[in-house]
């Protein structure tokens, strides 16, 4: 049999993308989340985690950049990806290193337009609606040491209209996630266990 693999959800805030994730892989032997870590105790991600029976992780700035607990947790777990799904902070080095192309992010619009420090949830909504753009959208990247600037995996767009407020937006935007998210994330590990295995095999 396969071996299933392990990925850790990192969320800062309400974590509907956590929770349509872990449904959507729920029995079907692909994944298994073994966390959700999160750096604010109010944060409803926590409550979500509760009720889907996934164990909550919280962590504070200071074990997140100065040590090792969070890497050493991590390992422990044998988590072979780190999904952040609306998780405001900078990935630290240690953690880069350690899961190379294994960390992927994704966020409300389509860079590289409107990303980089700050630009989360509403602000970027609030940015799009300002410039009157025609279309907004996701994408799915790696992450690297800057935000929002790794390699993109998957875009998808959607239409504005003139009526369209940074809340109707999140509305459209939040659908193509709960879509997308899950697939590209089912994809990716599918397609780097394929890689592996042919590898050992030569
Ligand atoms: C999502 O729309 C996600 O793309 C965005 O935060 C929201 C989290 O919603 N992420 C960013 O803005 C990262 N820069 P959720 O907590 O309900 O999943």
Redesign the pocket.
Not at 11 to 20: E, H, K, P, V, Y
Not at 105 to 108: C, E, G, L
């Given at each position: 049999m396969k071996p299933v693999s392990r990925i850790a959800i990192f969320?800062?805030?309400?974590?509907?993308?956590?929770?349509?994730i872990a449904e959507y892989f729920a029995g079907k032997g692909i994944l298994e989340i073994s966390a959700i870590y999160c750096n604010s105790s109010a944060s409803?991600?926590l409550e979500r985690a509760r009720l889907l029976g996934i164990q909550a992780i919280l962590f504070d700035r200071e074990s997140f950049y100065n040590t090792s607990d969070i890497l050493v947790d991590l390992r422990e777990r044998k988590v072979d990806w780190i999904v952040?799904?609306?998780?405001?902070w900078l990935i630290p080095a240690y953690l880069l290193k350690s899961f190379p192309n294994r960390i992927i992010?994704?966020?409300?619009a389509l860079l590289p337009k409107y990303?980089g420090k700050g630009?989360?949830?509403a602000?970027?909504h609030e940015a799009v609606i300002a410039s009157h753009d025609t279309e907004s959208g996701?994408t799915i990247h790696y992450v690297n040491e800057q935000?929002?600037e790794g390699q993109v995996i998957f875009q998808a767009k959607c239409t504005l209209t003139e009526t369209d407020t940074p809340e109707s937006l999140?509305a459209k935007?939040?659908e193509l996630?709960y879509k997308y998210f899950p697939v590209v994330i089912s994809d990716l590990i599918r397609s780097k266990k394929r890689r592996d295995t042919s590898r050992n095999t030569i």
């Open positions: 969320a800062s805030g309400s974590g509907s993308n956590a929770q349509r409803y991600v952040l799904a609306g998780f405001l992010n994704i966020h409300p990303g630009m989360y949830g602000k970027v996701i935000y929002d999140a935007i939040h996630e």
